[in-house]
C-alpha cells in the first residue's frame, strides 16, 4: 500500500485509546481519528488516487479500521465510567420549546358522550342515532303527547316551512325521545340502547339556554324490567361518571312518556352535598329525566304492555360536561375559541 | 302557584316545619321550588306538572300534604251548604250551543249587594299568594279559585241585555273589549259568553270590560262553569292571555265540585255583600259516574321490584282519596274520586302508591340485559374518523345547523334545496345548513381575532337539503378548514409552513390509507377553482379557497383559507377493512433522483403519470421530491425533483441495471416534456 501502514495506525490508536484517562482526553482522540478532518477522512480521501485494483482492497481495510476504532471509543467511553454522549450530540438547551406535532382534540361535547356511551356499552347497551329533522308523530304523538295539551308546552319547537298546504308538517327533535318511537317500531324486544345528538328548542340564548344542544338518550325494554332496574342502572352511569362517592336522588316527576317518572339528582360534586352557588344551595344537582316506558307508548309501536316493561331516561349533555368541566357558559360549547377547546 | 302553609293548614292539622315540608312534598313529586317567609306566614311556590290540575287548588296541595305527613284532611264536603233555600231558576233564559264546548254552566243571580272592599283576613291571604284584592265580590271568586281550583266570574247583571245568557262561538270578527282594556278580534274558534245582544266575556279566559263589577254594582250574575280545555288552549295561545282562569280550565276542571263551589261562593258573597241569591239556573249538571281501577298487588311487586304490604298500599291510596275495597287475595278494587282524571289504569295507581311510599325505599337492581351484537356502524366510523383527523392536528368543533341565509349567499350556496324555519329566532339561525363550511368559516374568523397565528379545525356533522322528496333529507358530512401559518422551531431555525390545499389534500390521502380505500384521485375543476376529491370516479366532495366575497362577509381580511368539504356517507360506503400482509422486501433497494426545469403549466400528476405509463419493471415508487420556483429559474417555468425507487424482490441490484431504467425516466422527461434534466 502506498506509503500508509494501515496496522501501525490501528496499534497507534488502540494504544492511545486505551491509556487515555479522561472523557475530554478520549474526545480528542476522537477528533484525530474518527473527525472530519481526522486520520480516517484521510484515508477514505486517498482513495480516488489509488490503482483501480487497490482500491477496493484499501476501501475495506479503512471501513474495518473505522469500525475497530469506533467500538473502542465507545468501550472506552463506557470504562471511563460515564454515558454521557458525544460531542456533536451535545446537550439541548432543555429550555428550548420541545419539537412536537401539534395534535388536536375531540369537542368537550364529543369527549363527554363518548364517556357516557362507553359507560352504558360496558354494560351492554348498544348506540343509535336518528334524524334530527322528525315529524310530529314521533316527537310529540307517539310519546303520549297530545298536539293541544298543556303537557307540549315544556317542549317549544321549531317547524319547518311547509312545501305547500298538503305536505306533511316536519319540525326539529326538541329531544332525543323520538329515536326510541324508531327503534321500537324498527326491532322487537329485548332492546337495551342510548341515542346521543342534537336536539333544537327555540330558546334565546344566554349563559344557560341555547336553540342547539346535545342530549342522550336511553332505553331499556324486556320482559321482567322493573323500577328498581332503572335505579341500577342509572346509579351506575352516576357513579361512573361522577364519581364513586357520589349518592343519587330519585324524585317523582311528570313526563308525558313515562310512568312512573323520575328525576334523578346527584349529590353536588362542587361542595359535596352541604350547599352551594352551583346546586342553589340544595345540594343536589338535577342531571337526568327517566321513568318506566309508558304503556301507551308501547302500545303506540306495537309493543304488548302486558308482556314488556322497560324504561327510558335522558340528559342533557351540555349540562353534564358544564359540571364535570367547571364550564360557566353554555355558549362557549359553539364558539369554539381554541383556548377552550385546547383545555379538554 | 303559590300557597301558604296557614292556607294549608286550614285543612290540615300540620305538625312539620315548613322547610321539612318542603322536602317531603318535593320527594313526593309535588316539587316545590321556593319557600319564603312573610308576615308570619310561609309562602311555598310549586311546581305544578300537568298532569295534575288537582294541585291548582289549595285543598288539592292540603290532601297531599295530609298523605305525605300521615294526617287526615280537616273539612269534609258536608259542612259546606248542599242547597240553596229561596232561589227560583225563573227570569233568565240560558242557552248552551254546545254540551261539547261548555259542559257545565250555572248562574246565580245576587241582587242587594253593597260592592266594597273585602275584609282584612281575605285581602293579606289573597296578596300572600299573588292576588291583588279588587273588591268583596271578585275577591270571593278569587278566594275560592285558589282554594278549590274552580274559577268564577262575576257580571254586572244591569249591564247584561236581554236577560239572557248564550254560552257559544265567537262570530267572525265580533269584537270584545276583555277587564284588561284590550280590544280583541275573535273568529269562530273562540268561545264566548254572550247576553242577547253580543259577546260579554272570553269564556274561561277573560271577563269583558263593560259587563265587570264595580263600585256601583248592585245585582250581579255569577258563573260557575266548565270549558272544554282544548279551546281555551288555543284562544289563549291565539291570544297570548295569561290568566289564572284559563290556566285551570286548560288543565280541566273537575266539573262534579263545581256546584259545591257555586253554593259556596253565593253564601260567602251573601255573608261579605248583604246580598240575597234569588235565582238560580243551571245546565249540564249531572251525578259522577262510579269509576274503577283494580289493582294487583303482584303486578306492582314486578314492577317495581320490591313487595309492599298490602295494609300499606291501602292507607296510602285512601290518604290520597281513593276508595279502596279487595277483590281478591291479591288485588284490590279501587274507585277513582272525581278530581283525579289522570288516573286511567293500574300503572296510575302503582305510581301513586310508589311515590308516597318513597323512590328511596325501593331497592337499586341491575337488569339483566341481553346484549345485542352490533355490526360497525356509521358511528363507529366518524369516531375512527375523528380520532385520525386529530392525530393529523385538526381540532373538533360543534357550530350550529341553522344558518343565516345572507351568508349562504355570500357562499354563492343555490338557495334551491334548503330548508327553511318558520318560526325562527332570528334571521341569523333562518335556515337549515346545506353545508357546514359556514360554521367552519365563522370558528375560523373568531379564532383569527383571538390572535392565532393559524388555525386548523374540522366538523362531522349533518347538512340538510330538499332533494324534492316528501321527506327532507340528511347528509352526514365532514369539512375541513385552514388557514395561517403553523411554524416550527427546530434546531436549524424557524420552518414556517403556510397552510393550504396541499395539507387537505395530504390529510385527505391518509384517511382513505387508514380506511383502506386505494381508488381515489384529485382533479382540478380550473373553471370553478375548485378541486374534485374522487373514489372509484365518484365525486365525493370538493377541496377549495373559499371567495373573496365571502371571507369578507365573515370578516376574514387578507388571509387565504382552504376548505374542504365530502359527503361522510359516500366516503364510508367505499371503506375496505380487510387488511391483507404484504411481506417484507428482503434485497435493498436504490433511490435515484432526477433533477430538471420544466414550464410551470405542466401538472406534476401528468409528469408522474407519463413515466408510469411506461411499465418500468424494477421502478417500484415514484414521487416529486423536491420544487424550486425562483430567480434560478426562467420565468414561465419550475424545476422539479422526482425520486425513483428501484428494487428487484431477487437480488439486489447493481448499478448496471438501474441505468437503463433511470435513462427511460430522462427520456420521458426530455421527449415528451422538454424538460432540461439538471
Not at chain 1, 490501528?10 to 484525530?32: F, H, T
Request: neutral net charge; aromatic residues 8%; glycine residues 8%.
Amino acid at each position: 500500500m502506498p506509503g500508509v501502514d494501515i496496522d501501525s495506525i490501528k496499534a497507534a490508536a488502540g494504544q492511545e485509546i486505551n491509556s487515555a484517562s479522561s472523557l475530554e482526553e478520549l474526545e480528542q482522540l476522537r477528533v484525530k481519528y474518527l473527525g472530519r478532518k481526522g486520520v480516517l477522512s484521510d484515508l477514505t480521501g486517498m482513495i480516488p488516487g489509488l490503482a483501480k485494483e487497490d482500491r477496493a482492497a484499501f476501501g475495506q481495510q479503512a471501513n474495518a479500521l473505522k469500525n475497530l476504532l469506533t467500538s473502542l471509543f465507545a468501550e472506552k467511553q463506557a470504562s471511563l465510567g460515564q454515558g454521557t454522549p458525544l460531542a456533536g450530540e451535545a446537550m439541548p438547551d432543555i429550555g428550548m420549546p420541545g419539537i412536537v406535532q401539534d395534535l388536536g382534540r375531540l369537542h368537550p361535547i364529543t369527549q363527554t358522550i363518548n364517556e357516557i356511551c362507553a359507560i352504558f356499552i360496558r354494560m351492554g347497551f348498544i348506540v343509535v342515532e336518528g334524524p334530527e329533522v322528525e315529524t310530529e308523530y314521533n316527537n310529540f304523538t307517539g310519546l303520549n303527547i297530545p298536539l293541544d295539551h298543556p303537557s307540549r308546552d315544556a317542549f317549544d319547537t321549531f317547524y319547518l316551512k311547509p312545501k305547500d298546504n298538503y305536505s306533511e308538517r316536519f319540525l326539529l327533535r326538541s329531544q332525543t325521545s323520538p329515536v326510541q318511537i324508531r327503534q321500537m317500531k324498527a326491532a322487537k324486544p329485548p332492546l337495551a340502547l342510548v341515542a346521543p345528538g342534537r336536539v333544537y328548542r327555540p330558546d334565546a340564548v344566554d349563559a344557560s339556554h341555547s336553540f342547539m344542544f346535545h342530549q342522550i338518550e336511553g332505553v331499556v325494554v324486556d320482559k321482567g324490567i322493573r323500577f328498581s332496574d332503572l335505579k341500577g342502572i342509572l346509579e351506575v352511569l352516576a357513579k361512573n361518571l361522577f364519581g364513586k362517592d357520589v349518592r343519587t336522588r330519585f324524585r317523582p316527576h311528570f313526563f308525558p312518556f313515562t310512568e312512573p317518572s323520575a328525576e334523578v339528582d346527584v349529590s353536588c360534586i362542587i361542595c359535596n352535598g352541604k350547599g352551594c352557588s352551583v346546586c342553589g344551595r340544595k345540594g343536589w344537582l338535577e342531571v337526568l329525566g327517566s321513568g318506566m316506558i309508558h304503556p301507551n307508548v308501547f302500545e303506540n309501536v306495537g309493543y304488548d304492555p302486558k308482556v314488556f316493561t322497560g324504561f327510558a331516561f335522558g340528559m342533557g349533555v351540555e349540562r353534564i360536561a358544564m359540571l364535570k368541566f367547571g364550564i360557566n357558559d353554555i355558549r362557549l360549547f359553539c364558539e369554539n375559541d381554541l383556548r377552550f377547546l385546547k383545555q379538554f | 302557584m303559590k300557597v301558604t302553609y296557614n292556607w294549608l293548614k286550614d285543612f290540615v292539622d300540620i305538625r312539620v316545619a315548613a322547610d321539612v315540608l318542603v322536602d317531603k312534598l318535593t320527594m313526593a313529586g309535588l316539587t316545590v321550588e321556593g319557600l319564603e317567609k312573610h308576615s308570619g306566614d310561609f309562602i311555598f311556590e310549586i311546581e305544578v306538572t300537568s298532569n295534575r290540575p288537582d294541585w291548582l287548588s289549595v285543598i288539592g296541595v292540603a290532601r297531599e300534604v295530609a298523605a305525605v305527613t300521615g294526617k287526615k284532611l280537616k273539612f269534609s264536603k258536608s259542612s259546606f251548604p248542599r242547597k240553596l233555600k229561596s232561589a227560583v231558576s225563573k227570569g233568565l233564559t240560558l242557552e248552551i250551543e254546545s254540551k261539547f264546548d261548555c259542559p257545565l254552566y250555572i248562574a246565580s243571580v245576587i241582587t242587594g249587594n253593597s260592592v266594597q272592599a273585602s275584609p282584612d283576613w281575605l285581602k293579606k291571604k289573597l296578596e300572600l299568594v299573588g292576588c291583588r284584592s279588587i273588591n268583596n265580590i271578585v275577591d270571593v271568586t278569587n278566594f275560592l279559585l285558589f282554594e278549590e281550583g274552580q274559577p268564577m266570574h262575576a257580571f254586572d247583571l244591569e249591564k247584561l241585555r236581554g236577560g239572557k245568557i248564550e254560552v257559544r262561538r265567537a262570530r267572525q270578527n265580533e269584537k270584545l273589549v276583555t277587564i284588561d282594556g284590550v280590544e280583541r278580534l275573535l273568529n269562530s274558534e273562540d268561545l264566548v259568553i254572550a247576553d242577547a245582544e253580543k259577546a260579554v266575556a272570553l269564556a274561561g279566559v277573560m271577563g269583558g270590560k263593560d259587563t265587570e263589577v264595580s263600585s256601583g254594582t248592585k245585582n250581579i250574575l255569577l258563573e260557575t262553569a266548565v270549558f272544554n280545555p282544548m279551546l281555551i288552549r288555543r284562544t289563549r295561545q291565539r291570544l297570548g292571555i295569561g290568566s289564572e282562569a284559563a290556566y285551570r280550565f286548560e288543565r280541566s276542571v273537575d266539573r262534579y265540585n263545581s256546584k259545591a263551589v257555586a253554593l259556596r261562593a253565593v253564601k260567602f258573597i251573601e255573608e261579605l255583600s248583604g246580598g240575597v241569591c234569588v235565582l238560580e239556573k243551571s245546565f249540564g249538571e249531572s251525578a259522577p259516574k262510579k269509576r274503577t281501577v283494580t289493582l294487583s298487588c303482584g303486578h306492582l311487586e314486578g314492577f317495581l321490584g320490591t313487595g309492599i304490604a298490602q295494609d300499606k298500599i291501602k292507607n296510602i291510596l285512601v290518604s290520597l282519596g281513593f276508595k279502596v275495597g279487595k277483590n281478591s287475595r291479591d288485588g284490590f278494587l279501587v274507585e277513582i274520586p272525581t278530581y283525579r282524571q289522570d288516573v286511567l289504569k293500574e300503572i296510575d295507581l302503582i305510581e301513586e302508591v310508589a311515590r308516597i311510599y318513597g323512590f328511596e325505599k325501593i331497592p337499586s337492581t341491575l337488569a339483566a340485559i341481553q346484549p345485542q351484537v352490533s355490526i360497525y356502524t356509521i358511528r363507529d366510523f366518524t369516531s375512527e374518523l375523528k380520532n385520525i383527523l386529530i392525530g393529523l392536528g385538526l381540532n373538533e368543533v360543534v357550530t350550529y345547523s341553522l344558518v343565516d341565509k345572507r351568508l349562504l349567499e355570500g357562499l354563492g350556496v343555490p338557495s334551491s334545496g334548503q330548508l327553511e324555519i318558520l318560526n325562527p329566532l332570528s334571521q341569523e339561525q333562518g335556515v337549515l345548513r346545506p353545508s357546514l363550511i359556514p360554521g367552519l368559516l365563522k370558528c375560523l374568523a373568531h379564532n383569527l381575532n383571538q390572535q392565532q397565528e393559524y388555525v386548523k379545525i374540522f366538523e362531522a356533522a349533518k347538512g340538510y337539503f330538499d332533494s324534492g322528496k316528501p321527506e327532507p333529507q340528511e347528509e352526514l358530512r365532514l369539512a375541513v378548514a385552514l388557514c395561517g401559518v403553523q411554524s416550527w422551531l427546530l434546531p436549524q431555525g424557524l420552518i414556517k409552513d403556510e397552510l393550504g390545499m396541499l395539507h387537505l389534500k395530504g390529510m385527505l390521502e391518509e384517511v382513505f390509507s387508514r380506511f383502506g380505500i386505494k381508488d381515489y384521485g384529485f382533479s382540478s375543476d380550473l373553471s370553478e377553482g375548485k378541486i374534485k376529491i374522487m373514489i372509484k370516479g365518484e365525486n365525493i366532495g370538493l377541496i377549495y379557497n373559499p371567495q373573496k366575497k365571502a371571507l369578507d362577509f365573515v370578516e376574514i381580511k387578507n388571509k387565504q383559507v382552504a376548505v374542504l368539504e365530502l359527503s361522510l356517507e359516500k366516503l364510508f360506503a367505499q371503506i375496505c377493512r380487510e387488511k391483507k400482509f404484504v411481506a417484507l422486501e428482503k434485497y435493498p433497494a436504490i433511490s435515484r433522483d432526477v433533477s430538471f426545469v420544466i414550464k410551470e403549466e405542466v401538472l406534476a400528476e401528468e409528469v408522474l403519470n407519463a413515466i408510469r405509463s411506461r411499465n418500468i419493471v424494477l421502478l417500484k415508487e415514484l414521487k416529486i421530491s423536491d420544487s424550486y420556483k425562483g430567480k434560478q429559474i426562467a420565468p414561465g417555468f419550475k424545476a422539479l425533483t422526482i425520486s425513483c425507487l428501484y428494487r428487484s424482490p431477487e437480488r439486489t441490484l447493481t448499478e448496471e441495471e438501474i441505468s437503463p431504467a433511470q435513462a427511460i425516466v430522462c427520456a420521458v422527461l426530455s421527449e415528451r416534456f422538454a424538460a432540461k434534466i439538471r
